[in-house]
């Protein structure tokens, strides 16, 4: 079975420039969380989506970060315009089920570096 | 808000030796507990989910326990090897619909 799948590994950008990270969860999974991973820090979510829903997104700083998941499998989360504090590791997430019973499976990430 | 703490942040071992990680939380009102392993520049790998209702949960040389009521959990690794070497985050999930909150990790090296 294939784990879940993002895109780019790394993107290394200039400030005030568009970024977009695109992730393919674990097939059947509901659930969808993206993290910012700051460096020495533990994720901290974003934005989580059951299905094609935005179920929490109250750490998501919406005048610059949006995301999407269209017909509830894969998502986009894109930056625009990109500010150097947005350096970090962006990490999808899935699950099959409720978070609250359910072990969340990681992608690699997408190394971010904002020039 | 949740406050997630892992005590030693860095943490060096022979190999061979038995070693705990630790995790303490404030709200002790969580459904589960995990614990995950981070390698340097990969995601993050699932170790053991320990439910609410359960006080250990084991896998391998891995035993995962938890005491809801003082908001803490321990990870204990047996015979620890080089291929333990990583970083291990615990991240409780509160019940109802809230976001997770992970702690900031032990960085574990086990010399050969």
Redesign the interface.
């Known amino acids: 079975e294939a784990g ?1 799948v993002q895109s780019p590994r790394y993107k290394i950008i200039e400030k005030k420039q568009p970024v977009a990270f695109w992730c393919n969860p674990i097939s059947g999974h509901n659930t969808l969380y993206w993290y910012r991973q700051n460096l ?6 974003l934005i ?1 989506y059951e299905n094609e829903e935005a ?2 997104d ?2 998501l700083p919406k005048d610059r970060f949006s995301a999407e998941r269209l017909k509830g499998v894969d998502s986009t989360l894109k930056i625009q315009p990109a500010e150097l504090g947005d350096s970090a590791v962006y ?1 999808c ?1 899935s699950s099959s089920g409720l ?3 359910e ?7 997408t ?1 971010l570096l904002v020039l | 808000k949740q406050e997630v703490t892992q005590i030693p942040a860095a943490l060096s071992v022979p190999e061979g030796e038995n070693l705990v990680l630790n995790c303490s939380f404030t709200d002790s009102a969580i459904y589960n507990l995990q614990w995950f392993r981070q390698d340097p520049g990969k995601g993050l790998t699932s170790l053991l989910l320990i439910q609410s209702s359960q006080r250990e949960q084991t896998s391998g040389r891995l035993n995962a326990s938890l005491d809801k009521s003082s908001g803490r959990s321990t990870l204990y690794i047996a015979a620890s090897q080089p291929g333990d070497s990583a970083t291990y985050l615990c991240a409780p999930n509160p019940r109802g619909y809230q976001k997770v909150t992970f702690g900031t990790g032990t960085k574990l090296q086990v010399i050969p």
């Open positions: 879940v020495g820090q533990g994720p901290e979510l989580r179920v929490d109250s750490q990490l997430a978070a609250e019973q072990t969340q499976y990681f992608g690699p990430g190394r």
